[in-house]
């Protein structure tokens, strides 16, 4: 009977350690595991940051993620990917954004819309941009927001200082809503598109009167080359 429990004794106390190995060797696989999925996404987000020429400004975060996943610090290299990841994906909106904005006012020329160089960097910065059409004096187009967030909101404007017929809102802005749909067969051509969100029915609101921003940079433009002359 003693021999018995003896050995009772030593088949648990084996047992217990046999439960310890296996924790113990789940908590090495699965670390390995994850060392494995950080090893491979950070490989998949190198080539994604030299592929998208974005890897001067990932290159830093990647650089720390490889050191980081040197030293087996798990947590850390996943910081580093997560913010390299999110500063590439950031740059892609930027530019997706860029495209859109360089179709639609190239569109917009082709609609005979008043467009010059520079209204692109001038759309980004103020986030709104009135493109006048040469057809339509005192009448404009008012584009705010930067797509930066895919979304645009494009409506017709009076602009200030110019004598117009308010009675004829109405039917420029019914204009503007054909002259949008070629816009919008005009982008996807090019691999874009332009979708309503939301719609108001034209001649529901009187025009918003905004100020001709263009037309006072002219003045101010040919203001100082006449000074230049003198």
Request: some cysteine; glycine content about 6%; proline content about 1%.
């Amino acid at each position: 009977k003693v021999y018995e429990a003896e050995a009772t004794g030593d088949s648990r106390q084996r047992a217990l350690l046999l439960a310890s190995l296996e924790v113990d060797l789940a908590a090495v696989l699965k670390k390995a595991q994850q060392l494995h999925t950080l090893r491979h996404e950070l490989g998949v987000e190198i080539a994604a940051a030299h592929a998208t020429n974005d890897w001067e400004i990932c290159s830093k975060n990647l650089r720390d993620a490889e050191t980081a996943l040197e030293r087996g610090d798990q947590d850390l290299a996943r910081l580093q990917i997560d913010q390299a990841k999110a500063l590439r994906q950031e740059r892609l909106k930027q530019r997706s954004a860029q495209a859109s904005r360089a179709a639609i006012l190239e569109g917009l020329r082709e609609l005979g819309y008043e467009v010059s160089e520079g209204m692109a960097t001038q759309w980004a910065e103020k986030k709104q941009l009135v493109v006048r059409h040469a057809a339509k004096p005192g009448i404009a187009l008012e584009l705010a927001g930067t797509l930066d967030g895919g979304r645009l909101q494009a409506r017709m404007v009076a602009l200030q200082g110019f004598a117009r017929d308010p009675h004829t809102d109405k039917q420029t802005e019914e204009k503007w809503c054909s002259e949008f749909e070629s816009l919008q067969k005009y982008v996807a051509r090019r691999g874009g598109q332009v979708t309503v969100v939301k719609a108001v029915a034209a001649g529901a609101t009187p025009l918003k009167v905004v100020a001709d921003e263009q037309h006072e940079n002219e003045l101010r433009q040919r203001k100082h080359d006449e000074k230049r002359l003198r």
